[in-house]
């Protein structure tokens, strides 16, 4: 199993629509989740930090789930602009290395 | 200018050349990623380096080495090139800690032929 799971989809939405994407880690001691959004053959930039409190900024809120070992990540009144993929990162310690899935893929269309 | 350098950014080399893939850094971090992306794939890690005297090997590894001169500096090298390591690389790097988010270097796209 891999230490860090997505569905890759694609998912495909129209504008307006709201859409949820979740990330699941096998290992239980991580301690910092991120969401990272990557255009086409462009770098992954960061798009959130996930806190246990969860994390909302404008249309995107991103959760923990601890007990189940999932982050979320929901997108309200998709615009065109978000189509991308989403990344998530949920391998986080203070020991060990980055760990990423495999990638989301979003495509909102008119 | 981009606080995670790549070059070349793009390259195009013939099977069994060694090619070298370079990685510069002004975040100040100790933490440097190599990671391929193929469609479909995800990111998929390569070598990391936790420090200039500490290396460790990623999930595919293989065919691939890597060089710490610095703490700024972390290379890539592909002793002999093969067409099935035509991919997109990004260098990646991240505070010492391990919980802080990662920052990018553009990526190298690299063909083989």
């Known amino acids: 199993r891999k230490e860090v799971e997505q569905d890759p989809g694609p998912f495909n939405v129209p504008e307006g629509a709201t859409v949820a994407f979740n990330c699941t880690y096998s290992?239980?001691?991580?301690?910092?989740f991120f969401w990272y959004r990557q255009d086409c053959r462009k770098e992954p930039k960061l798009l959130m930090s996930?806190?246990?409190s969860g994390n909302e900024d404008g249309r995107f809120t991103a959760q923990l789930n601890r007990a189940s070992q999932y982050i979320s990540l929901l997108i309200r009144d998709s615009k065109l602009s978000d189509s991308a993929t989403y990344l998530c990162?949920?391998?986080?310690?203070?020991?060990?290395?980055?760990?990423f899935g495999q990638g989301t893929i979003l495509t909102v269309h008119p | 200018d981009a606080d995670v350098t790549q070059t070349p950014r793009n390259r195009i080399t013939k099977t069994g050349k060694r090619i070298m893939l370079e990685c510069s850094q002004t975040?100040?971090?100790?933490?440097m990623y190599w990671y391929r992306q193929d469609p479909g794939l995800g990111l998929r890690l390569i070598y990391y380096?936790?420090?200039?005297?500490?290396?460790n090997k990623g999930e595919i590894s293989d065919g691939y080495s890597v060089s710490r001169q610095a703490q700024a500096k972390f290379s890539l090298s592909l002793e002999s090139a093969i067409p099935n390591q035509t991919a997109l690389y990004f260098c990646?790097?991240?505070?010492?800690?391990?919980?802080?988010?990662?920052?990018f270097g553009q990526g190298t796209r690299l063909t083989v032929v």
């Open positions: 990162d949920a391998g986080g310690t203070s020991y060990g290395k980055l760990t």
């Open positions: 996930v806190y246990s």
């Open positions: 290992n239980s001691a991580s301690q910092s």
């Open positions: 990646a790097t991240s505070e010492t800690g391990g919980t802080t988010e990662a920052f």
């Open positions: 380096s936790f420090d200039v005297k500490d290396i």
């Open positions: 975040k100040g971090h100790d933490r």
